[in-house]
T-cell receptor, first 114, second 111 residues
Framework: ETGVTQTPRHLVMGMTNKKSLKCEQH?????MYWYKQSAKKPLELMFV???????ENNSVPSRFSPECPNSSHLFLHLHTLQPEDSALYLC?????????????FGSGTRLTVV | QKEVEQNSGPLSVPEGAIASLNCTYS??????FFWYRQYSGKSPELIMS????GDKEDGRFTAQLNKASQYVSLLIRDSQPSDSATYLC???????????FGTGTRLLVSP
């Protein structure tokens, strides 16, 4: 398998549920990201991991909890979400360098909170 | 002021025409610039990157960068209906790569 794989593709969860989103990259990249994409809004950066260390947390509510056990895997643990958290959650990876080569995105998880 | 600004569109062009998509950014320290294409219901796909002033061509796509004016554009020649999508401009402010995205411009190419 190649590229960046996200699972599940679709998720419906209640506000009291706990669920996790999974991302796996097969590109040998050393940085991984979670972005949130809501309608009519730009992609919002949530978390950045470089070499398995979290280097950025963009004031994300604590009901979102990231985990990066190794450079190929990234998780987003969800609990007690709100309906406004419904969005497309995108994982991306890149090879960190000052030149910047852009990201490769996964297919995303469409999350609906009911 | 938004960090990365794009006209949301839609930009409508006939098949075969040149589509011109524009983007401005606020941080003069920005060093890398990217254009992503996103089809409805799909994830963004990188189509062009540009790092220095001037033009960069790749097939039917040309990216243009003017750092003095803080402006980056994407030209699509011989537009096809399959080019109909939302085009996202993204800017890296340098150092560790952290892209800031615009809201995107929706392009409609009519047959």
């Amino acid at each position: 398998e190649t590229g960046v794989t996200q699972t599940p593709r679709h998720l419906v969860m209640g506000m009291t549920n706990k669920k996790s989103l999974k991302c796996e990259q097969h590109l040998g990249h050393n940085a991984m990201y979670w972005y949130k994409q809501s309608a009519k809004k730009p992609l919002e950066l949530m978390f950045v991991y470089s070499l398995e260390e979290r280097v950025e947390n963009n004031s994300v509510p604590s009901r979102f909890s990231p985990e990066c056990p190794n450079s190929s895997h990234l998780f987003l643990h969800l609990h007690t979400l709100q309906p406004e958290d419904s969005a497309l959650y995108l994982c991306a990876s890149s090879q960190d360098s000052t030149n910047g080569r852009g990201y490769t995105f996964g297919s995303g998880t469409r999350l609906t909170v009911v | 002021q938004k960090e990365v600004e794009q006209n949301s569109g839609p930009l409508s062009v006939p098949e075969g025409a040149i589509a011109s998509l524009n983007c401005t950014y606020s941080d003069r320290g920005s060093q890398s610039f990217f254009w992503y294409r996103q089809y409805s219901g799909k994830s963004p796909e990188l189509i062009m990157s540009i790092y220095s002033n001037g033009d960069k061509e790749d097939g039917r796509f040309t990216a243009q960068l003017n750092k003095a004016s803080q402006y980056v554009s994407l030209l699509i020649r011989d537009s096809q209906p399959s080019d109909s999508a939302t085009y996202l401009c993204a800017v890296n402010r340098g150092g560790f790569q952290k892209l800031v995205f615009g809201t995107g411009t929706r392009l409609l190419v009519s047959p």
